[in-house]
């Protein structure tokens, strides 16, 4: 397996990947079956089944298949839905893609995740869903976000973009909403370059998800091979191309093979990091709540209000002594497509400004998570 064993140049990210993903490619290549396959049905199969949920659909990535949620919910304009501004802004986006508006939900400042005090008090009569973010692998706190929903009659669509295989007191992340949606992308736990899955116990739902992701044709690839030759498909409505394809499913079937390995590899530099930043004056490692598993995809540090240098300057510091690290989760809500919105969100710009990522991948050694621990301990 290539992973990275030298101390001296540290990944920020790097996927898990070896022969197995190779010779995967491999055979679905020589297999002659590169789309709408078996190797989709057996990830799609495999994916529910980690997740505890009925059904699971493959699209080319969370972004194409949270639009279908939207769009299969009639979610469009005049619409309001939900949401974390502190979010990659993929999230903000699909709500626009659907002619939806966002409405900004604050956060809770030690989980990072949507705050549902502040989710209540931005409910309308608009409102027709909301979409909490399982921030960076943290779950959120769906048990409130379903109260909510429920409450109001609102749809419950969970990004769980980074959060495949967390888990919320034992219940896996994928069984808790309406719908939930995973990224697949190259920073993820478990990926396929690009790629997103579509999770739901929602049998009707499920089947209209796979109808539109392949121009809305009542047939799929698999159930016409075979078929009688003057069995015709029809299109009922109308699709879009977002599909996932079966040498992406191949690999993902070899990274499922290795998950509950890569949890543990995260899990350990987690771990490490946690106890080597217990007694740091004023760099705060990331608070888990008692009951909450997290697949560590990301691993966010906070600057306490004590830290006599900026989280850029401690940036440019570490990175000057080799240690890679990105900031920490963005403020949608301050970029120039929503910056109209004048949406007013302290917590949020708070943590967007004092948090950083350190690296963070399953290759990640001891040594070089040491070494990362080295250079924020010299900061002091
Ligand atoms: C919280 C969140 N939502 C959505 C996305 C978008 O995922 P994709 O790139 O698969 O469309 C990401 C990607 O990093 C993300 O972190």
Known sequence: MDTQASSETIAFSRPYMGDAEAQAAYDAVQSGWIVGGPRLAEFERRFAARCGAAHAVGVSNWTTGAFLVLHAWSIGPGDEVIVPSLTFIATVNVIRHAGATPVFA??????????????????????????????????????????????????????????????????????????????????KVVTTGEGGMIVTDD????????????????????????????????????????????????????????????????????????????????VRAPFVPPGLEHNWQSYQVALTPEAPLSRNAVMDRLYDAGVPTRRGVMASHREPPYAGLHAVLPVTERVADTTLQLPMHSGLSAQQADRVLEELWRLV
């Open 203 to 282: 049998a009707e739902l499920a089947g209209r998800l796979k109808v539109l992701r392949h121009q809305g044709m009542s047939a799929s690839d698999f159930a016409r091979h075979g078929a009688r030759p003057t069995e015709f498909e029809t299109y009922p409505e109308i699709g879009y191309n977002f599909r996932i394809t079966d040498i992406q499913a191949g690999v993902g079937l070899a990274q499922m093979d290795r998950l509950d390995e890569m949890l543990a590899l995260r899990r350990g530099a987690a771990e490490r990091y946690a106890a080597g930043l217990a007694d740091h004056p004023f």
């Open 106 to 187: 604050d956060i809770d400042e030690r989980t990072f995740n949507i705050d549902p005090a502040d989710a209540e008090r931005k409910i309308t009569a608009r409102t027709k869903a909301i979409m909490p973010v399982d921030q960076i692998g943290l779950p959120c706190d769906i048990d409130a976000m379903r109260a909510l929903a429920s409450a109001h009659g609102l749809h419950l669509l969970d990004d769980a973009a980074c959060a495949f295989a967390s888990a919320n007191r034992g219940r896996p992340v994928g069984s808790l909403a309406d719908v939930t949606v995973f990224s697949l992308h190259a920073r």
